[in-house]
Structures are given as C-alpha cells and as structure tokens.
C-alpha cells in the first residue's frame, strides 16, 4: 500500500475503490501497486459476518439510501427486533401495537443515520409525523421511547466498529497476498 492509502480510514478506502476500477490493466503510476478492484470491494462487504452489518456496509458504500431496498429492510429488521425487545422489558402498558412502533424507530434512526443533516432541520414532532409515528407525541416519545432511538443509534455505531474491523482485516490480506 502506499502512503495515501494507509492514511485512508478503512470504510473510505472501501468507497474510494469504484473510482479506481474503470480501467482494468493500468497499474497506477510510480508505486507498482495494482489498484484495487470492484470486485475488491464486494469481497470486503462479503467477509462481514454479520448479515444486518453486511446490508449497513452495504447502504454506505453503495449509497443507496432509499427505504425499499433490501439492505435497508434487513438492517432496520435487526435494528426493531432489539428495539422490540427493550421496550418490552421495560414498557408495561401501551395501547398500541410495539412491534410496529419499533420497527418505525429503526427506520427513522436509520434514515436520520445516514442523513444527519437532515434531522436538525425537523423538529421532534416533524421527525415523528415524516415517518408516520403516530402512536406518541413528541413530549411522551421524548419521555418514554427515546431511549430506543438512542439504542438504534448505538446498534449503528457499533456496526462501524464492526465494519472497520472486517474491512481492516480484509485489507491486510488483501496486501499479503499481492506481496
């Protein structure tokens, strides 16, 4: 690897790999270094064990950010199946149905994830009504249910961890096997 790419943190370095792969016989000037590939890429996203990690890995480096995907629907289902389970333990009584509750959270902390500019330009009640979130207000989900977008948000933070570390380890085998 060359000074610029050990300097790369390892999800940049997974995304900076399209741009390269346009032509498939130029080595790049002056470093020897056989650019890495597409194929690379996919290999690297494939190597993450975890499948609800895989499809966030995926949403990031391919950027395909739209909700009817289906990395986007596997990710927001691991993500509400945690949710689900917390609010059970912890909420009592409701009256409405906290399976589909949760699985709106996931969908909103994981749209808000990946558009975080996005979330200071609404309000807390605008947040809700965008994602149709009608169950609450904003006063009784900022009271009673948002610990469990701060549980989304560190399910996701942790899937980064995850991903530097499987692209981390992809890497280093990636520079054995070309030495």
Known sequence: MNAATEKMTNLEWLT?????AIDYTEEPKGTGEKGPSWEDRCAAIASIECPACKAYC??????????????????????????????????QRQKFNLEAFCLKLAKMAVFYNLRPRLKGERTAQ???????ITEVNADTYGKRYKYLSYMAENILEGFMEEIDFYVNEYRKELTRSRR
Not at 126 to 132: D, E, I, K, R
């Open 16 to 20: 900076q790999i399209g741009l390269k």
């Open 126 to 132: 605008g947040q809700l009504n965008f994602f149709g």
């Open 58 to 91: 995926e949403l990031l480096v391919w950027g395909d950010y739209r909700d009817n995907t289906e990395a986007f629907k596997i990710l927001c289902s691991y993500i509400a199946k945690i949710l689900h389970y917390a609010a059970e333990e912890k909420i």
